[in-house]
């Protein structure tokens, strides 16, 4: 029998690269486990809403002053740990939406019978007195689904306006006509209404009206409005409504488009306006509700 000796330095390799494979074994068995765990790990998605510029309105009644709650920045930035805020507007982190729920209550904005949870564009944080015209123009874009809403009585799904584009009377253009609050019409509405957005705008009775008969809420009356062809149902889609001077352009998943380019969006320059968007819910019926659910949502001027 022939003997093979080994060298001190042959055996100290062998022991270290023994060693070093099993470390290596252990250490890949030890990843293995963390990315089977890390895969068993639900995925938590958050809206694409950047809230500095907006404050909400819910159906809520804020106990410390009795008056329907509204929400400005900053607080609103906290409105995941607001108790009374986040019943009417919370985050679904698995599908990554923005959730606004409106029911009928008695927390309802003057002017209305409707309850709402809907966010206020504020150009300044805080101060609804900065606001824009359309010959400065803006653009507001936003990914959305309705996520559930109630029937009424004849079957039909209650209406939701999901965006609009209210109008506002600056100081001195409601001391002109001697109004007490600054509040103008909504040039534009748009609503999810049996699964289809329908559009709606503003047309001036008169069009030979003065500058302060123009100012008047009842010189304006809705148009015949306008429905997209496509049915979104309750699946997502994108809305995108383009200001300019003179001009309102609203499409559908860039796809579909109704162009206002006419006297009445000419007139209409006289006032100032807003964006407004989330769940303006147009029902009072008993028992009756409706969320929409907000991905993305993005203004810009």
Same mark, same amino acid.
């Given at each position: 029998?022939?003997?093979?000796?080994?060298?001190?330095?042959?055996?100290?390799?062998?022991?270290?690269?023994?060693?070093?494979? /099993?470390?290596?074994?252990?250490? !890949?068995?030890?990843? $293995?486990? &963390?990315?089977? +765990? %890390?895969? *068993?790990?639900?995925?938590?998605?958050?809206?694409?809403?950047?809230?500095?510029?907006?404050?909400?309105?819910?159906?809520?009644?804020?106990?410390?002053?009795?008056?329907?709650?509204?929400?400005?920045?900053?607080?609103?930035?906290?409105?995941?740990?607001?108790?009374?805020?986040?019943?009417?507007?919370?985050?679904?982190?698995?599908?990554?939406?923005?959730?606004?729920?409106?029911?009928?209550?008695?927390?309802?904005?003057?002017?209305?019978?409707?309850?709402?949870?809907?966010?206020?564009?504020?150009?300044?944080?805080?101060?609804?007195?900065?606001?824009?015209?359309?010959?400065?123009?803006?653009?507001?874009?936003?990914?959305?689904?309705?996520?559930?809403?109630?029937?009424?009585?004849?079957?039909?799904?209650?209406?939701?306006?999901?965006?609009? /584009?209210?109008?506002?009377?600056? !100081?001195?253009?409601? $001391?002109? &006509?001697?109004? +007490? %609050?600054? *509040?103008?019409?909504?040039?534009?509405?748009?609503?999810?209404?049996?699964?289809?957005?329908?559009?709606?705008?503003?047309?001036?009775?008169?069009?030979?009206?003065?500058?302060?008969?123009?100012?008047?809420?009842?010189?304006?009356?809705?148009?015949?409005?306008?429905?997209?062809?496509?049915?979104?149902?309750?699946?997502?889609?994108?809305?995108?409504?383009?200001?300019?001077?003179?001009?309102?352009?609203?499409?559908?998943?860039?796809?579909?488009?109704?162009?206002?380019?006419?006297?009445?969006?000419?007139?209409?320059?006289?006032?100032?306006?807003?964006?407004?968007?989330?769940?303006?819910?147009?029902?009072?019926?008993?028992?009756?509700?409706?969320?929409?659910?907000?991905?993305?949502?993005?203004?810009?001027?």
């Amino acid at each position: 029998m022939k003997i093979h000796k080994i060298s001190l330095s042959s055996l100290f390799l062998i022991i270290f690269f023994t060693t070093f494979s /099993i470390s290596c074994s252990a250490q !890949n068995v030890s990843t $293995d486990k &963390i990315e089977k +765990k %890390d895969k *068993n790990k639900k995925k938590y998605k958050l809206p694409e809403i950047d809230l500095s510029h907006w404050s909400v309105t819910t159906p809520e009644i804020n106990p410390k002053n009795g008056k329907v709650l509204n929400v400005e920045p900053p607080e609103i930035l906290n409105y995941a740990k607001d108790d009374l805020l986040k019943k009417n507007m919370y985050n679904d982190s698995i599908s990554g939406a923005l959730v606004f729920y409106a029911y009928p209550t008695e927390g309802t904005t003057a002017n209305t019978k409707f309850s709402r949870s809907e966010l206020r564009e504020q150009m300044v944080p805080g101060d609804n007195d900065k606001n824009w015209t359309f010959k400065q123009g803006g653009i507001m874009k936003g990914e959305l689904a309705m996520g559930n809403v109630t029937k009424d009585s004849k079957g039909k799904y209650h209406k939701v306006i999901i965006m609009q /584009i209210h109008g506002r009377l600056t !100081n001195k253009q409601r $001391d002109l &006509i001697g109004q +007490k %609050d600054n *509040n103008a019409p909504p040039v534009l509405k748009i609503s999810w209404q049996d699964g289809k957005i329908r559009v709606k705008t503003k047309e001036l009775k008169n069009l030979n009206a003065t500058y302060e008969e123009m100012l008047e809420t009842d010189a304006w009356t809705d148009d015949e409005g306008y429905t997209f062809k496509e049915d979104v149902g309750f699946g997502r889609f994108t809305l995108e409504v383009k200001v300019s001077d003179g001009k309102l352009t609203v499409s559908l998943n860039n796809n579909e488009f109704k162009v206002y380019d006419n006297i009445h969006m000419k007139k209409w320059g006289v006032f100032e306006n807003y964006f407004k968007a989330g769940n303006y819910f147009q029902s009072t019926d008993k028992g009756s509700s409706a969320k929409v659910n907000y991905y993305k949502l993005s203004v810009s001027h």
